[in-house]
């Protein structure tokens, strides 16, 4: 698969401050999360992918190119940052064409080409009559995306896309997002939503303190952190009365009934064992299962055991 972001010994420093710190790593193409707590060094490597600052040593470059001042790259590059400064007295569309001839489209083509573009970010057109400033938060989301692909980029890169999204408005950004990388757009996205992150992308970079501390998809960074007694998150009929029948028998190293939500959350001895036990004893307790999965192999675990101390 082509990578389309390369760094190699790349540092940023903001003084004495270490933003990034010698790190080396590929963005391969397709959907990638840039995970990491606030302080890790995301902002910085955004600003650097993006042209906005170039690195103190080392270098990244995206389509084989360095960003910093180079225009003829960042016409490939598209981007939706955390924060807007949209303008309040504008309606959408005045503001996308704006942008769109400032930016060199044909006038005959400007005004049919931003229509499509707030149709796909899926923004009402009850709304197009609305100016800006009286949007709410996830509607300004929909208007910055529809900004950032008016050049139809390659590389699509959004800060925190997700946030002032009710639970509809995610499922959508989710499906246009998918719908945009099935088009053959890369798109990495910064976001501290992991499990929305862990449903949208095949690949993962993880920062903290300025380094790296794993990179690849989501399958590999799983195979490398196996290890150790299994967690599952199970639901069934009878959470306690399943905690007591797997005890017994030997299958778990503890467990924990979660009252809130009913989930019954295990450790097991031996994961072999459990599964292939596991139907027989339903059976015999008459017992039914509706869910089951693995903790240790969701994304938010990932994230847990490499920012570990």
Known sequence: MENIVKANKLSRWYGIVMGLNNISFTIPAGLTGLVGPNGAGKSTLIKIITGQIRPSSGELRVFGERPWNNPRLLNQVGYCPEDDALPDDLQPLQWLISLGLISGLPRREVQPQCENLLNRVKLDRVHWQKRLGEYSKG????????????????????????????????????????????????????????????????????????????????????????????????????????????????????????????????????????????????????????EMRSEDRSLQNIFDRVTQP
């Open 139 to 290: 509607m300004r989301q929909r208007v910055k995306l529809a900004q950032a692909l008016l050049h139809q980029p390659r590389l699509l890169v959004l800060d925190e896309p997700m946030n002032g999204l009710d639970p509809m408005g995610r499922q959508e950004m989710q499906q246009i997002l998918k719908s945009l990388a099935a088009q053959g757009t890369s798109i990495l996205i910064s976001s501290h939503i992991l499990p929305e992150l862990e449903a949208l992308c095949q690949n993962v970079l993880i920062l903290n303190w300025g380094r790296v501390l794993a990179s690849g998809s989501q399958a590999e960074l799983r195979s490398q952190l196996q290890g150790g007694a299994e967690r599952f998150l199970v639901r069934c009929s009878d959470p306690e009365k399943l905690a007591r029948v797997l005890f017994d028998a030997g299958l778990l190293r503890g467990f924990q009934v979660d009252d809130q939500d009913g989930g019954l959350r295990l450790r097991l001895r031996d994961p072999e064992a459990f599964h292939d036990r596991l139907p027989a004893l339903l059976a015999e307790h008459d017992l039914a299962l509706h």
